[in-house]
């Protein structure tokens, strides 16, 4: 099995990979390792601001939402039973 994977160009055992990679070459020109996790840190936190700013929108549209109820609620209560005099 191992003769017809030779035969396409397959090479035996794996390829020894460096522990620490300190830049990346390509088609393009992508910069070193510290650059790119940089970057990857800065839209990581972009994205977690981003979802807390949505979190907090929805929140307080959740809370002057049940604000209005309260006020109703309270009204109705008033309403229909007022304090009683001891």
Do not use: C, Q
């Amino acid at each position: 099995m191992v003769g017809w994977l030779l035969k396409w160009g397959a090479k035996k055992g794996p390829k020894k990979v460096s522990e620490t990679i300190t830049s990346l070459k390509g088609k393009y020109n992508i910069g070193s390792a510290d650059k790119i996790k940089s970057k990857a840190a800065k839209a990581k936190l972009d994205a977690a601001k981003f979802n807390l700013d949505r979190t907090f929108s929805k929140t307080d549209k959740s809370l002057k939402k049940l604000k209005k109820s309260v006020k109703k609620t309270e009204n109705l209560v008033k309403h229909y039973y007022p304090p009683k005099d001891f």
